[in-house]
C-alpha cells in the first residue's frame, strides 16, 4: 500500500480506544473487516461491563458489583492507615485477593481468566513532592512511579521472567483511565504474545476524593508548616438547636450535609438565604429535599493562621496479576536438555532458588542405613531451618533421582555418600561441591534465601566430580 495509505491506518490503530460505538462500527464496515475463520460479517460494536452484576438481599432487587481490584478497601481504610503509621507521609499499604473480570473470551489459561488472584500496593504520596530518595533519573512521570517501575522490573527478573522478554509500555493519552496522570504497564511475551501483567499507575488523588465526596468524611493528610501563614476560611455552623426543633430524628443527617458542603454551594447558600431568608437544601442520606432557614446555619468567611497543610494524598499503585506471573514463569524457566544416552529430552525447571516450591532434596547415594540416618538427619535439619525438602530413600538410580527433581525445578541437591560429608548439587549446571554433613542444610538456606549465590558456594568448597554418578 502507499505511505499514505499506511500513515491512515497507523492514525486509526492509534486512535482506536477514542472512537465511539458507532464510529468503530463505521470504521469496521469502511475496511471490510470480517469474521478470522468464517468470514461473516461483524456486528456493531456495543458497551460491554467487565465488572460482574450480582443481586443483594432477600428480595435481590438490590444490583451489586463483584470487586474488579482490590485496592478500595484501602482507600476506605484511608484513615486508619494514615494513623497507624504515625500521620507521615509517605506510607503504603499492600494487599492480595480475589478480584473478577467478566472476561469476554477467557480462552487463554492462566492469562484471561474471570477469578483471579490480584496484588496491590497503594503507595501514598504528597501531590506536590512526588520525589524519592532512590530516584535519580528518568522519563516517567514523577520519582516515585519510577522508582516503583524500576522495583517491578527487579521483582519479575528476580522471579525467573526473561529480562529478554519483559518490557515497560507507557499508556498513550487516548488509553489512559480516567483517574490516572500516567500509567505504565510491565508486559511479558510468551506463547499468547505480549500480555500485561503489572500496571504501575500514578492514580492522583481520584479515589481518596470520590469516596470523601461521597461519605463526606474528609480523607486528608495534615502536614506541619513551619511558619503560620493567614488565610480565608469558609467556616458552616450548623445551629443544631433550631435543627432539632425542624428535623428531630433526621437533624444529623441534615447537619452533616450542611458540613460536607463545597465551597461554591455553601456560597450560594449563603446568598439566597440572606436574600429569600430560606433555601431548598438536597439531602442525600435522607433521599429528600428540605427547606433551610437563616435562623439553622451560619455561613461567613474568617481569617485564620494556619499552622498545618491539610491535602489530599495522591497514590502510586503497582497492580499484578499473580495468576499470569506464574503462568510466564512455568515458560520462561522450562527447558529440555538431553539424557546420559542421549536418546531422551528431560524435563527442567530453572526455577530460582529463591522461589522454587522446593528448596531441596535429600537421598542417600545407595541404600545403606548409615547413609539413610545422616540423609534424615539433614532433612529434619532443614525443615527446622524452614527449608523446603523432599527426602528420597528409595532404591532409584541416582540419575533418575536427579532428573525426578529437576522436573521439580528444585534448585539444589543433597546426596550422602559418606556418613560425614556430603556434596550437594546445582540443578542447571549439574555441578557439585562436598561440604560436611553437619553444614548442609545452613549452605542451602543461605542461597534460597538469596544471601549466596551458587557461584559463592562453588568458590568456597571443594568440587566433586559428577562422572561417576549423575545420569
Not at 377 to 393: E, L, P
Request: a negative charge; one cysteine or more; charged letters at 25%.
Amino acid at each position: 500500500m502507499s505511505s499514505e495509505e499506511a500513515a491512515e491506518l497507523k492514525h486509526v490503530l492509534a486512535t482506536l480506544d477514542d472512537l465511539s460505538a458507532e464510529a468503530l462500527g463505521a470504521k469496521i464496515k469502511e475496511y471490510g473487516i470480517t469474521a478470522p475463520e468464517t468470514k461473516n460479517p461483524l456486528s456493531d460494536p456495543y458497551p460491554f461491563n467487565l465488572m460482574f452484576q450480582t443481586s443483594i438481599g432477600q428480595s435481590g432487587l438490590s444490583p451489586g458489583y463483584m470487586r474488579p481490584e482490590t485496592a478500595q478497601g484501602i482507600f476506605v481504610n484511608f484513615k486508619d492507615l494514615y494513623y497507624y503509621n504515625g500521620n507521615k507521609l509517605p506510607f503504603a499499604a499492600a494487599q492480595i485477593g480475589q478480584a473478577f473480570r467478566n472476561e469476554i473470551s477467557p480462552r487463554q489459561g492462566l492469562p484471561r481468566v474471570r477469578e483471579f488472584t490480584l496484588a496491590e500496593i497503594e503507595h501514598f504520596v504528597d501531590p506536590e513532592d512526588k520525589s524519592h530518595p532512590k530516584y535519580k533519573e528518568g522519563i516517567v512521570n514523577n520519582e516515585t512511579l519510577g522508582y516503583f517501575i524500576g522495583r517491578v522490573y527487579l521483582f519479575l527478573t528476580r522471579l525467573g521472567i526473561d529480562k529478554d522478554r519483559l518490557r515497560f509500555r507507557q499508556h498513550l493519552t487516548n488509553e489512559m483511565a480516567h483517574y490516572a496522570a500516567d500509567c505504565w504497564d510491565a508486559e511479558i511475551e510468551c506463547s499468547y504474545g505480549w500480555i500485561e501483567y503489572v500496571g504501575i499507575a500514578d492514580r492522583s488523588a481520584y479515589d481518596l476524593r470520590a469516596h470523601s465526596d461521597k461519605s463526606g468524611v474528609p480523607l486528608v493528610a495534615h502536614e506541619k508548616i513551619s511558619e503560620p501563614k493567614g488565610v480565608e476560611k469558609l467556616v458552616i455552623t450548623p445551629v443544631k438547636k433550631e435543627l432539632g426543633l425542624a428535623f428531630k430524628g433526621s437533624q444529623k443527617n441534615v447537619v452533616e450535609a450542611l458540613e460536607a458542603m463545597k465551597e461554591k454551594e455553601a456560597l450560594d447558600m449563603k446568598a439566597a438565604l440572606e436574600s429569600k431568608g430560606e433555601v431548598d437544601f438536597d439531602v442525600c442520606t435522607l433521599g429528600k429535599t428540605v427547606t433551610v432557614t437563616n435562623k439553622m446555619v451560619t455561613i461567613q468567611k474568617e481569617k485564620k493562621k494556619e499552622h498545618q497543610r491539610v491535602v489530599t494524598l495522591s497514590v502510586i499503585e503497582p497492580s499484578s496479576g499473580i495468576g499470569r506471573i506464574i503462568y510466564c514463569l512455568f515458560e520462561h524457566c522450562f527447558y529440555m536438555r538431553p539424557g546420559k544416552a542421549g536418546d531422551e529430552q528431560l524435563n527442567v525447571f530453572r526455577f530460582p532458588a529463591v522461589v522454587a516450591p522446593i528448596k531441596c532434596t535429600v537421598f542417600p547415594l545407595v541404600q545403606n542405613k548409615q547413609y539413610e540416618d545422616v540423609a534424615k538427619y539433614i532433612s529434619k535439619s532443614s525443615t527446622i531451618a524452614g527449608i523446603s525438602n523432599k527426602i528420597d530413600i528409595t532404591g532409584t538410580s541416582i540419575g533418575k533421582r536427579y532428573a525426578r527433581t529437576d522436573e521439580l525445578g528444585v534448585p539444589l541437591a543433597i546426596t550422602v555418600d559418606s556418613t560425614s560429608s556430603v556434596t550437594i548439587r546445582e540443578r542447571d549446571s549439574k555441578d557439585q561441591v562436598r561440604v560436611d554433613a553437619e553444614k548442609a542444610a545452613s549452605v542451602v538456606r543461605e542461597v534460597t534465601e538469596g544471601h549466596k549465590t551458587w557461584q559463592d558456594v562453588w568458590s568456597t568448597f571443594p568440587h566433586h566430580s559428577s562422572a561417576s554418578t549423575e545420569e
